[in-house]
């Protein structure tokens, strides 16, 4: 049995941070997204696909420096 590929959704209330997490993704991990238009709420959901256990620490860090 491999590895189980979980996808994740991740929202944003502002779309250069959606645009500087898409960027972070794609460098760290090579694999690609996808980014919503932004809503009249400004919200933007960016999924990204085949999560690991890496990918999602690199999810958690990400959070974790934009919120501080």
Do not use: C
């Amino acid at each position: 049995m491999g590895p189980h590929n979980m996808d994740a959704t991740l929202t944003f209330n502002n779309r250069a941070l959606a645009q500087q997490f898409t960027k972070y993704w794609s460098r760290a991990t090579l694999t690609g997204h996808t980014m919503s238009a932004t809503g009249d709420d400004g919200i933007t959901t960016v999924k990204v696909y085949n999560v690991t256990d890496n990918s999602k620490e690199l999810i958690n860090n990400f959070i974790n420096e934009a919120t501080q």
